[in-house]
DNA sequence: GATGAATGAGGTTTCATTCAT
DNA sequence: TATGAATGAAACCTCATTCAT
């Protein structure tokens, strides 16, 4: 039963990846730590070794991910000067991708799934997630309206409608599977996103 | 405990009722049959004499709450004529009002949480919800594309990015708990969302 | 498997019975819950219907043998007129007799064992048991020592004296099994005890 | 982490001073492998290249206190002559001395708890330990007795209550914790044994 | 000799499900 | 129809033991 000659230096990220796995296709609660360990080619034991509990290894699991999480908030200021509908595809199609990679698309579907087991998380996003995403977008937004290129709309919730749109492409196309019926270019739907959002807030002498 | 209604023939739906909560509460896997049998105000015994097993009530649950979504799409084609931003909105605001009944709310959280282990409900949405959308939503649009009222976009995506923009408030304000965090009205949400959304597929020179 | 045919009301009993026996025999560590419910002739879940887990089924075990133990402890005023030594003799048969009972046996041998790990038990026998002895028999004796038929000596360390001469069967005899190698009649050991006692404790002159 | 000596020669005598304390503050089966090496101050690997695994640690610990107990037997022929009650007095003072060192107390307590998992301990007691009792006291009370300075009794039986009366004070007093509760030193309990039993056992006329 | 990572058997506990009443 | 006592499978977690380094 000697298959264990990876390094002990990876072990940790090597239980991440399958603990992120198999929570993502069983749930958390389906999941057995025999699962997890077969994923990651050790026993269950050696999981023990290095995290607490399973509740302890899902909430590391999420932890790595926020990272990704955070960097993914588009850097709005860059698109202050220059054409800005070019630029936010630019933006909007690095994001979208980065939102399908099928790790990020699992850890959405864990945290959707386990929301409410986990108020840490919960807190996390409520507490840095949304507020970040003001600060990044609806500031960019904000600024835009104060000038008169945006038209005057409540910018907290026009940034939640911006993510919003590329959110659901995550829900219905990769975590309801809707990719197999309704089949979408991700080029077509940053196209159609952002296209939407634009003119849906531009000012319309401003053009 | 909760409500004392002896009538056998309600037997059924108060056990669906309850089972609803404590899904939503709880989670399938942590919801108790004594759980659920507590807030129906009845014994564990008595619901296996309407429903198989766990399972079975689960997929009752989110099978009797399924046509409450199929009719909360929207009627569209009452909008081919008349003014369609003042009416969209009201039917916008109708939508979400619907979105956001607890009911709904809670059945949106158990089927996101268990989409992975309910084939039946997955298969139910691919294969009916999305394209009732179509029909009811894209084909709405779609027929103002042809006409020239609307930009030449793409309705199935087009018609995601409005749901998508309505479910993220259910997600965040709701399901998340941002609520408390970044408290909305109802209507300035309808408001930017139609507002966005028409302005953003409109054919400019139309207005 | 239906052959749990006794009345539900007997079952505590019928627990606290098998995991006395279950407890003595292996030691709180090495029995199992099924080892229990096997000697109570049910399964282990049924076991968790009457007792919240196995430190709480070895607590209320404890608990339920208490009783026996505080009704051990010799009612010594009645000794006061009469013929000390011959009474004596016959409260010290009935004290015996019931140390030596099986169930008390196993009592004090799963007490002595799991002493450490029950902070509970250890101060009911520091607060309730030593002090209940004293007033008991220390009081006794105390009273004859300040009339002079017992000598003077310190009545708290003469009853733990008293005890430890009878504790000490129970623990060679029964527990460390020494009555196979060096068989004792009851009498014999009372009578001696007994002797040894009041010969010790009474004062020269007065005999 | 306790005591860094590095000569491997020490090594299974420092294991197992680490095992006696740590089997008689947790229990045998609560006693892990790793507090008896943290304890130690070595790694739990090291203790299986000095012994075959935890239950012959046990037995060694036990087998390396026997000679102990041995030597605890009161050598009574030195009584024979001299004045008796006064020898016997620094001879129990000695012997309870002996009996409450802290390794003696542990190892007692380890022996009362884990007697049953030891078939070969009780053996031992039975077959070494009472019989040489009984040769080394037994035999000197037999002797007085013949001659007529003490009574006739069962010299076996009063060989047993002299121990119990000693061995009630460390069950007591060291193992139930009474000491906090009612402190008694040692002298007074040596004066208060050696009374009772030499008044208990001497014949009237004699003194 | 010493280490500590890895293993996996075993035990407690939970809970969906059954069934006699 | 309704109950709730009983069941037993399944999962988390611990830890004695092994073994490559």
Redesign the interface.
Known sequence: MAKWRRCPEERPAQILEAALDVF???????ATMDDIAGEAGITKGTIYLYFEGKRELLLAVVRAQLGRFMALLPRMHALITGDIEENARQLGGDFLGALMEPEVTKTI?VI??????LPEV?RL???EA??QA?VQVAGFLKAHMDVGTF?Q??P???T??L???????V??QE????S???P?SQE??VD??T????????N?GT?
């Not at 993502?24 to 389906?30: I, K, M, Q, T």
């Not at 993510?163 to 492409?169: A, D, P, V």
């Open positions: 993502a296709r069983r749930g958390f609660a389906e579907q959707l799934a386990e929301l409410q087991h919960k996003y409520q507490e949304l507020p003001n038209r709309l409540d907290t919730i026009a939640r409608c993510f919003g749109m590329f959110m659901i492409f829900l219905t975590i309801l599977g809707a197999r019926i309704t979408m077509a739907i159609t996103v296209g939407i959002f634009f003119h849906g807030i531009m319309r053009a």
